[in-house]
């Protein structure tokens, strides 16, 4: 027998006996750290010519197997499954050259989701270039065909050719994974990190979700964060593996110090906007839920739940399209409601914040758009919230945060940060109020200019949040005073080494505003010499215990207090106080 023979023989006995198997990768999300999903590998029988899945499916093209193997692969994948609920997501590949093979036959996937309990909104198909895609408006039908039952689609490489830029145009995906070749070594590399800022800035005019492939740096993972791209994927996150993937807290805690804060844009969460909701057991009859709709028209959607925890909603109107067939109600009446609810809605944890939870809702398919969408308290019911509440409260705050906000930095002005100190206040949590001031700025715009100044107050703007950034916490808060005084608001268990990161990053770039001048004095107000070489930052730190009776009051005249005791010392300080 010949080697060609023998070769077809053994990829022969892999198809038949069905001899390949799935590992996951981790999919990561960069706003919380917790396992969004998983990209399924396929991987051939161990000392054999095809364990190399590059081999398996290189051999399978050449000889014309291309469908048969990707069609098993696909069948393996869902198989071995190993999502923990139903938020999570499956991402399967799927070469273009498959979309176009006269033996793609639609359905076949869907019966594999149904006998594993899987839905099509758990599962993302993920479009590989092994050949470019000859017939974009042949894929679209194809591909459309699949969004309507509710799949969604990725696409490959992006970052590594045209043709994946031009698969990005044509086929409008929901998620764009960054190819290896533009992530490795991002933080050094300031074209790559142009290239990206350039995806970041496409995907949220767009409304797609970035992916960051091959991670294998904290520095990249890092990066990636503070630019704020998605999701990522890689080594560091996670190896492919038959098990539930672990995010180790070293790195979660780099997501959450580096994701991207708004600053102080009055981000709010999810869960400030829940209102309550009828709940039912998996368990209850049809007939029960069709008789508490009949009672409260005012209800568009119920929770099901299973030991407080939701597994499921069921919104009016598709409860009733249910029913509507000649023998429906006969059919469903003494059906228990989780044979009939949707088992995929989206839920959320209540710290969420609430432009995050509107990105997932508006990405939903057409007829899920309106659904409720469910919040969670440490994974138990506390309500939910619909999209028109999620729409009105983000076009609120900002319209509010237009109105009030500083002109020259954007960020929030006085009655912001007076609400902001209020609900901490009335929260009863501790949290650090750092009132920050630049000291000699008047001698600075008298010298350079006021075009200058007010370069160097969006700077200092920019330090603060970089500074809350890398020690903060998601919801801190920065606001802007006037002038030269800003507020920042922190629940950060490291507040000194926060007002040190502000000092740090704030000496170390302020230098650049002197146009190359050495500066040798400054002249204080009064127009007396004081030996600095420029102008420097005063910090005074607050550390609110609630253990007092805080008051917005008492916070303002500690921080003033602390503040002159900074001004008096020559050179960037900080004091602080606890009370």
């Known amino acids: 027998m010949s080697v060609q023979t023998e070769e077809w023989a053994e990829f022969n006995k892999l198809l038949e006996e069905q001899l390949i198997y799935a590992v996951y990768q981790p999919i990561i999300s960069l706003q919380n750290g917790q396992v969004m999903g998983y990209e399924a590998l396929t991987r051939g029988p161990a000392e054999s010519p095809f364990q190399s899945p590059l081999a398996m499916f290189q051999y399978a093209e050449k000889q014309g197997e291309l469908y048969r193997l990707e069609r098993l692969a696909r069948e393996k994948a869902i198989q071995g499954n190993i999502l923990e609920h139903p938020q999570q997501l499956l991402f399967i590949n799927l070469s273009s050259q498959v979309l176009h093979d006269p033996g793609f036959v639609p359905g076949k996937t869907l019966e594999a989701l149904q006998k594993y309990g899987l839905s099509p909104r758990n599962v993302v198909f993920e479009i590989t270039e092994r050949s470019s895609i000859e017939d974009f408006s042949l894929a679209q039908k194809i ?45 050094l590399n300031k074209i790559k990190e142009y290239i990206l800022e350039t995806f970041v800035t496409f995907a949220q005019k767009m409304n797609i979700s970035l992916i960051a492939e091959g991670i294998e740096q904290v520095e990249e993972l890092a990066k990636l964060t503070q630019m704020g791209v998605h999701y990522a994927q890689g ?39 829940k209102t309550p909701v009828h709940m039912f057991e998996k368990r209850t009859l049809i007939s029960e839920v069709a008789d508490f709709f009949k009672k409260n028209q005012e209800a568009i959607g119920v929770v099901i739940v299973h030991q407080e925890r939701p597994v499921g909603l069921v919104m009016r109107d598709r409860f009733f399209q249910h029913l509507a067939g000649q023998y429906a109600y ?58 028109r509440t999620i729409l009105e409260s983000i076009t609120n705050v900002q319209m509010e945060s237009a109105r009030v906000a500083n002109p020259l930095t954007g960020l929030p002005g006085n009655r912001q940060i007076n609400r902001e100190i209020n609900r901490r206040l009335m929260e009863c949590r501790p949290f650090h109020v750092v009132y920050a001031d630049l000291d000699h700025f008047k001698w600075y715009n008298d010298r350079f200019g006021f ?8 700077y200092t703007a920019d330090v603060l949040q970089q500074a809350i950034a890398f020690y903060g916490t998601p919801h801190d808060f920065v606001g802007h005073v006037g002038g030269d005084d800003f507020i920042a608001i922190s629940t950060t268990l490291s507040p000194k080494l926060l007002c040190e990161e502000m000092i740090r990053r704030f000496d170390s770039g302020v230098g650049i505003f002197y146009d190359g001048q050495e500066i040798e004095q400054v002249w204080d107000r009064s ?41 008096a010392y020559h050179g960037s300080v ?6």
């Open 574 to 579: 900080y004091f602080y106080q606890k009370i």
């Open 527 to 567: 127009g007396n010499p004081v030996p600095i070489h420029g102008v420097t930052l005063s910090l005074s730190l607050v550390v609110c215990s609630c253990d007092s009776a805080a008051s917005i009051e008492l916070i303002s005249q500690t921080a003033a207090q602390l503040k002159k005791k900074a001004k």
């Open 330 to 387: 006969s059919l469903y009446w003494n059906r228990t409601i989780d044979s009939i609810m949707d088992a995929s809605p989206l839920i959320v944890d209540e710290e969420t914040a609430v432009e995050l939870v509107s990105q997932q809702a508006t990405s939903r398919a057409i007829h899920h758009l309106y659904d409720l969408v469910i919040i969670t308290s440490q994974g138990k019911m506390a309500g939910t919230a619909s999209i």
């Open 235 to 273: 080594y560091l996150l996670g190896r492919p593996s038959q098990t539930t993937a672990t995010v180790p807290d070293a790195h979660k805690m780099i997501i959450w110090q580096y994701r991207r804060v708004e600053g102080g844009s009055m981000t709010w969460r999810i869960g400030d906007l």
């Open 451 to 458: 075009q200058k100044g007010d370069g160097m107050i969006q």
């Open 143 to 187: 591909l459309a065909h699949y969004r309507a039952q509710g799949y969604r689609i990725a696409i490959d490489d992006a970052g590594a050719g045209y043709s994946s830029l031009q698969a990005i145009a044509e086929l409008q995906p929901d998620f764009i994974k960054i190819d290896r070749s533009l992530i490795e070594n991002i933080h």
